[in-house]
Nanobody, 122 residues
């Protein structure tokens, strides 16, 4: 199973970005998907997750109301729509997959993408 994250870049504070993560080599519709990020000098942290059927999502408090996770099982893709970006959102963003449900804990994910860098300029 391979995960390919994309969509990162440089933006101004207040702008929006949409990250995508395409999953190949597995049954995407069976996976819960998570987004994590690692800010400079910090440990990897949970951002959002979505279960296999899209009826359950969870968000970190720091992004609630600004970020939205969604998925398209027909396209084997999970998205992270990021609005009202702040400088503290600057990080490498990773997508991850595990069976059925998402999880807050990185160690519960079996598959990881390579990360995409988001830089938010003040």
């Amino acid at each position: 199973v391979q995960l390919q994250a994309s969509g990162g870049g440089w933006v101004q504070a207040g702008d929006s970005l949409r990250l995508s993560c395409v999953v190949s080599g597995g049954l995407f519709s069976a996976y819960g998907m998570g987004w994590f990020r690692q800010r400079p000098g910090k440990e990897r942290e949970f951002v959002a997750d979505i279960n296999w059927s899209s009826d359950k999502t969870n968000y970190a408090d720091s992004v609630k109301g600004r970020f939205t996770v969604s998925r398209d099982n027909a396209e084997n893709t999970v998205y992270l729509q990021m609005n009202s970006l702040k400088s503290e959102d600057t990080a490498v963003y990773y997508c991850a997959a595990r069976i059925r449900s998402g999880s807050y804990y990185p160690h519960e994910y079996k598959y990881w993408g390579q990360g995409t860098l988001v830089t938010v300029l003040q």
